[in-house]
């Protein structure tokens, strides 16, 4: 079992920049995957970021050239550096890892992240 804990998020005027993290613990052995994903009021849970275990990462174009999402194994966490937020980047951010055996995704609760114009 995997357990993921979300931090950092908050109110941050429009053109500003937050750093969210995740931390993961329990069987770090079985993630393969981690990725951070976003809900908007009234929208559905979209994909934002994602990086895989060496090293190869994947941004939506939404976010792209403005999001970095980053992996540290030494303490089992990944975050999510956010630069030039915009309101339209309100939202509630989840993190996700893809573990295998059993192949499963988790999930943490979220973090509030408001941009405010």
């Known amino acids: 079992q995997v357990q993921l804990v979300e931090s950092g998020g908050g109110l941050v005027q429009a053109g500003g920049s937050l750093t969210l993290s995740c931390a993961a613990s329990g069987s770090i052995s079985i993630i393969r995957d981690m990725r951070w994903y976003r809900q908007a009021p009234g929208n559905q849970r979209e994909f934002v970021a994602s990086v895989a275990r060496f090293g190869t990462t994947n941004y939506a174009d939404s976010v792209k050239g403005r999001f970095t999402i980053s992996r540290d194994y030494a303490k089992n966490t990944v975050d999510l550096q956010m630069n030039s937020l915009t309101p339209e980047d309100t939202a509630v951010y989840y993190c996700?890892?893809?573990?295998?055996?059993?192949?499963?995704?988790?999930w943490g609760q979220g973090t509030q992240v408001t941009v405010s114009s």
């Open positions: 996700n890892a893809h573990a295998i055996l059993p192949s499963i995704d988790y």
